[in-house]
Every structure is written in structure tokens, then in C-alpha cells.
């Protein structure tokens, strides 16, 4: 990691980024719409980044008598999204355009805030990690809508990763669920309140 560099400015004329439009695309795909391809998988990248590095987090800060459950359930999550991520930085090259994975790019880019919850419970943060993987769901549906008339080889892969992460929420919407099917968390709009109701019912 160069950390001795001033922090560069990225443009879109800088040589390695990605242009307004690829030099080329896939076969079959016009340079406009491989730009608009690329650019709703930039977001996705930073969603999967941003969510690999949250559920380590998670993984690292966990306690309390569901800490082992809940501890070892994060790594194998933590490995899958980290392989969507390079699906999803792979694609972006093969539809010549510049993957972009640093971190400064990843927050200054980014329409969502930080995690926030730091040592808690083990189902306070399932709480908290439900509301997560609901926004992630829902940017990755919104994505795999648009592609779906430019490019369905990437809206397949969307297709795919999404059968993965709503799977992954059901793991964890079942420690916030009663036997009645009422999730503990319903009508939480932050981390903090989700944490808070999955923690006190
Ligand atoms: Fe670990």
C-alpha cells in the first residue's frame, strides 16, 4: 500500500480510469451501454467491498451467548460476498472498464453511511446486519432491473448473487424471527433502533 503519496485526484481523463465511454465492450454491446453496464456494477463493487469488511467487523465484535453461532456463520458469508465482489470487478474488466476497489474511492463514493454498531450482542447486531443486507438487496434488484434490457449476461450474474444474499438474510432474519413468522426488528429505520429491538424482545 502506498501510503507516502499525496491522495491523487481522479478524473475521468485520468489514464487509468474508467472513460465516459470503453474504448470496446462485449460483442454485441454498444460502448454507451457497456458505460451504463459499468457504472451500475462501480456501485455494486462498493456495496460488496463495503459489505465484506462489515461482516468481519461483525465477526470481530460479536459477544454475548450467541457469539459462537453467529461468529462462525460470518465467515463463510464473509467469503462468498468477497467472491461476488471479484465476479462483480471481473465484469467491469471484461466490459472494458476500470474496476475501482480502493477504500477513499469505495467511501467517497458510496450513497450509504458507515456500519455502526461496535461490540454488541450477537443478535442486536443480526438486527443491525438485516437492515444492511436489506439495502443491499434492494440496490442489487434495482441494478439487475435495469441491466436486464442492456446486457443478460450481467443481469444474470446480479440474478445469481441476489439468490445468494437474500438466502444469506434469511439465515439471519430466522435468530430475529418468533414461531409466529414476526421479525423482532419490523419498523426499525436504523442500525441503532434494529439493534436495539433485536436485543430487548
Ligand atoms: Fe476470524
Known sequence: MAITEPTAERTTDHPGR???YPDYTVPGLSTEDGARVIALLASRLHALNDLSLTLKHIHWNVVGPHFIAVHEM???QTESVREMADAVAERISALGGVPWGTPGTLVAE???QDYSVGRADAIAHLGALDLVLTGIVEDHRRARAE????DPVTE???LEQLRALEKFQWFVRAHLESCRGALS????RTEQQAAQEAATR
Open 185 to 188: 426488528t419490523a419498523g426499525a
Open 147 to 150: 441491466v436486464a434490457s442492456l
Open 156 to 158: 444474470d450474474l446480479l
Open 18 to 20: 474508467t472513460p465516459e
Open 110 to 112: 458510496r450513497d450509504w
Open 74 to 76: 460470518l465467515d463463510p
